[in-house]
Structures are given as structure tokens and as C-alpha cells.
């Protein structure tokens, strides 16, 4: 399975981006999708997460209020959109999909490759 992820780029502190993912095989209502973030040097990041099947979504604290976490089934298609941006959003965006819930990066089978997040002053 291919994740596509798209919508990054270059925006100021307090601004808003949309990020978006579409996995390449059919999403099942059992399946976890979610977004996590890395810097260099430092490991992978939980952001959000959503049960595809009931819609049910976590966040990681530092994020919650201003990210929201979205999908669309019948596009097979999951969001992330971001406000409030700060300077520590910054970061590469991956996009992925399990089989369970999990704040741990290791626990997801299939990764997107990544979109660039730049937060300036």
C-alpha cells in the first residue's frame, strides 16, 4: 500500500495549512490512520490519529485545539488541518495506517513519504 501525502509548505506563525493523504488500496473501517512528525535528529512524533470505521480521533496535547483530523470515506482520503501554527510545528508530516490505535510509530504498517512543514516568524 502507497500513501500520497500533499499540502505542505512554507506559511507564518498563525497561519493554516491542510495536509491530505490518500492510501494507493481501499481503507477498512478496522484500519487506524495517522499523522506523526519528525524533526532531524529526533524521533518520529504522534500528531493525530482516526479510527476509520467510527470517525473517533486523538491528538497529542501539543497539537489539540488547533489540528483537526479528518477522513472522507468515499475518497478514500484523510486530512489533517492545521491552524494556529506555531514555530514548533515545524517538521517533515508523515502520513500512515495500522491495524489498532497507537501513539508509537512502530506500531503502523504503511508511511507516506513525508511533506515539508516550514512554520516562519
Known amino acids: 500500500v502507497q500513501l500520497q501525502a500533499s499540502g505542505g509548505g512554507l506559511v507564518q506563525a498563525g497561519g493554516s495549512l491542510r495536509l491530505s493523504c490518500a492510501p494507493s488500496a481501499r481503507t477498512y473501517s478496522s484500519h487506524v490512520m495517522g499523522w506523526f512528525r519528525q524533526v532531524p535528529g529526533k524521533e518520529r512524533d504522534f500528531v493525530a490519529a482516526i479510527r476509520w470505521g467510527t470517525g473517533r480521533t486523538y491528538y497529542a496535547d501539543s497539537v489539540k485545539g488547533r489540528f483537526t483530523i479528518s477522513r472522507v470515506s468515499a475518497e478514500n482520503t484523510m486530512y489533517l488541518q492545521m491552524d494556529s501554527l506555531k514555530l514548533d510545528d515545524s517538521a517533515i508530516y508523515y502520513c500512515?495506517?495500522?491495524?489498532?490505535?497507537?501513539?508509537?510509530?512502530?506500531?503502523?504498517?504503511?508511511w507516506g513519504q513525508g511533506t515539508l512543514v516550514t512554520v516562519s516568524s
Open positions: 500512515t495506517r495500522g491495524n489498532g490505535y497507537s501513539t508509537y510509530w512502530r506500531d503502523y504498517n504503511y
